[in-house]
Each structure stands twice: as structure tokens, then as C-alpha cells.
């Protein structure tokens, strides 16, 4: 049991540096590439809890300035899009709210529409170019469901991902993939709530 407790902490850790430095942005792909690389099986797979551990540890280890720099400049950018889109009750989620924002996570972002091609005719008309494309994720009751996303390429060089609900999901979540609860939805106000409380440098 230790040895393999060993091995679960090698594997999070290895994918936890995958995620930091070498673009990795799905777990499953992250534990799954660090497993081999190190030649470990799979009886031995951390969870996605214990690589978020590990990342949390890193981030804050080799680059807690430059980490709280790139966390404080996407929240901005992030209120930027959500007050555009305000019409669509747009909510920040993943690592906007935990902060485990490498420089390659996504902007996430949760907006709520009938029908959801309100969207993307929305999107058009600001002008926005965009991709189309869906997301598997699971709800509350355990039932997998595919959710239209409207990717953007920002001139930042940040990809922005809208995940697009229908207008009464405000009332649910869709479950975290690092914990298995509801993932935490803040709204513009409680967004910058929580820049007032966490101050960047680079604000």
C-alpha cells in the first residue's frame, strides 16, 4: 500500500507538471501521459483532486508571482467579456474561482440562454469570431449531458471557452471534475468581490 501510495503521488505530481508547462488542460489526458512517461500502472492513478493538490503546490512553489499576475489579468479580462455579455447572466467558473490558472487554462465562463443559438447571433452582431463546439459534463443527478460552447481566440492569446445553458439551469450546476460537488458559479459582483479580496500587483 505505501509503494503504491507512492506511485499515486509520483503520477499527480508528473501530471501536475504536464498541466503547468506542457499544455495539458484534461486531467484524464494529464494522468494518463504521466503514468506512461514514468511507467507506472494504472491501479496506481491519483485522482483529480489529489493532481489539483499537486498543481496548487507547484503554481505556488516555482511561480507564485507570475501565477497572481496571470490570475489577476484573466479575471479582468473575464469581467470584461461577462459585462458584455451580461444579457446572458454570465457566471466565472474552474480555475477563474479555485485559481489553478496555468498559462494554458481556458477562460471559463457559463452563460444562460433560450435558445442557446441566442449566442452565438449575439457573438456575431459584437463582431466576435468564435468556434462552435460541445462539452461533455456531468449533472447533479449523475446523468453525462453535451453542452454547446462558443470557443474565442482573445488578442490576448487567452482561449476564452462560453458554455452555454438553457435559461433555467441557473437553478443546478454541472459537477466539478476535481471534487465531484456543484462547481462554483460567481456572478460580476462576486467576481470582483474576490479581486477586492485577493489584490493583484498587476491590477
Not at 496548487?56 to 516555482?62: I, K, M, N, P
Not at 470584461?80 to 487554462?105: C, D, H, W, Y
Not at 452563460?111 to 457573438?123: G, N, Q, R, T
Amino acid at each position: 500500500m505505501p509503494t503504491q501510495n507512492n506511485d499515486r503521488a509520483l503520477i499527480a505530481q508528473e501530471a501536475a507538471r504536464l498541466m503547468a508547462e506542457s499544455g495539458y488542460v484534461d486531467w484524464a489526458s494529464a494522468k494518463s501521459k504521466a503514468a506512461q512517461r514514468l511507467g507506472l500502472g494504472r491501479s496506481a492513478v491519483p485522482s483529480n483532486a489529489e493532481v489539483a493538490a499537486a498543481l496548487a503546490e507547484q503554481l505556488q512553489l516555482f511561480a507564485p508571482d507570475e501565477t497572481r499576475i496571470r490570475l489577476g489579468q484573466r479575471r479582468e479580462l473575464a469581467l470584461r467579456i461577462m459585462k458584455a455579455l451580461k444579457s446572458f447572466q454570465p457566471r466565472a467558473v474552474g480555475a477563474l474561482v479555485n485559481g489553478l490558472m496555468t498559462e494554458f487554462t481556458p477562460i471559463e465562463i457559463h452563460l444562460f440562454a433560450d435558445p442557446p443559438e441566442a449566442v452565438d447571433i449575439y457573438l456575431s452582431d459584437l463582431g466576435w469570431e468564435y468556434d462552435d463546439g460541445e462539452l461533455r459534463l456531468r449533472h447533479p443527478d449523475g446523468r453525462e449531458m453535451l453542452v454547446p460552447i462558443c470557443r474565442l481566440d482573445t488578442p490576448e492569446g487567452v482561449v476564452v471557452e462560453l458554455q452555454v445553458f438553457s435559461g433555467d439551469s441557473t437553478r443546478w450546476a454541472p459537477v466539478s471534475p476535481i471534487d465531484g460537488k456543484p462547481v462554483q458559479r460567481l456572478d460580476v459582483a462576486a467576481l470582483q468581490a474576490l479581486m477586492t479580496e485577493l489584490p493583484d500587483e498587476a491590477a
